[in-house]
């Protein structure tokens, strides 16, 4: 099966080669940034598996005693993928005496979800 090709319309040139854009970004940079940042955090297999377990867990809270026997990672290097998921808004933390609790945040994906669509 052909797969049809893209329509490439014509475009005045300007001097030098160059054409004027036809379109503009919707993003501004602030936006391609945030986006950025929330790619970057989905971006690893540990990070989704968190991500995942958290969700699965909503609306419960998980203390990160409880993620890390589900990990094979030591404990700083669990604790910097969870600050990574924090930073990007992903996920909530809330800190019970000794230990940090973690939690869904579902409008964390609202913003690359839209933008998707």
Not at 28 to 42: E, G
């Amino acid at each position: 099966m052909l797969t049809p090709l893209p329509v490439i319309s014509q475009r005045e040139r300007q001097a030098g080669g160059c054409c004027t854009p036809f379109v503009e970004p919707d993003l501004s940079a602030d936006d391609a940034a945030d986006l950025a940042t929330t790619t970057k955090a989905l971006a690893d297999p540990t990070r989704l598996r968190i991500i995942d377990t958290v969700r699965k867990a909503s609306p419960e809270a998980v203390c990160q005693c409880e993620l890390l026997p589900l990990f094979q990672m030591s404990q700083p290097a669990l604790s910097k993928h969870l600050k990574i998921l924090v930073a990007a808004g992903l996920i909530g933390t809330e800190r019970r005496g000794l230990w940090a609790y973690y939690y869904d945040r579902p409008d964390g994906l609202k913003g690359l979800a839209s933008w998707l669509s």
